[in-house]
């Protein structure tokens, strides 16, 4: 059921930017004007004249930054610029998570969100050195570093 679900997502996204298609992405060759010599094809995006390696990013970019059209969530009203970023809502409503816990079965969109959590089971953890706040995934241990201030004493 999810699969077929992923189809229609995909079906309504080709068919929203085949609408919009006028508007968006231009592709030129390297060498040209337009791309002051870069590298092999690359994607330029009409309105800002941003360059991208791979049409799906100009694709992502021009529906995020210029108005194109949005991905609505058959469950509920919110919309998505990026395709990636309604497949990872999705399971929001359906339960479907791609990775789950080996000791509870919870279930995580992302692989990190997962490792953080074992993190959590196996009292493995990162802690600021400014105000002792324990994370259990690194990289928002570094987040929370760049804002946290050591108390006066």
């Known amino acids: 059921m999810q699969r077929s679900g992923k189809i229609q997502i995909k079906h309504a996204t ?3 930017i085949r609408q919009d298609r006028m508007k968006a ?3 030129a060759k390297a060498g040209s004007q337009a791309l002051g010599g870069l590298g092999k094809y690359k994607h330029l995006c009409a309105v800002c ?3 991208f390696s791979d049409k799906r990013h100009l694709e992502d970019h021009y529906r995020s930054k210029h108005g194109g059209p949005r991905l609505q969530c058959q469950y509920c009203p919110k919309t998505f610029a990026v395709l990636r970023s309604l497949e990872r809502h999705l399971p929001l ?3 479907k ?3 789950h816990c080996s000791q509870c079965n919870e ?4 692989r990190r969100e997962l490792e953080g959590h074992e993190n959590m089971h196996q009292g493995r953890g990162y802690t600021c050195l400014n105000c002792n706040k ?3 995934i690194e990289k928002d241990l570094v987040k929370h570093q760049e804002r946290c201030v050591k108390p006066d004493m």
């Open 97 to 99: 998570y791609p990775f």
């Open 14 to 16: 080709q068919m929203a």
């Open 49 to 51: 004249k941003k360059v």
């Open 93 to 95: 409503h359906t339960g």
């Open 25 to 27: 992405p231009v592709r």
């Open 134 to 136: 324990v994370f259990y």
């Open 107 to 110: 279930g995580f969109n992302l």
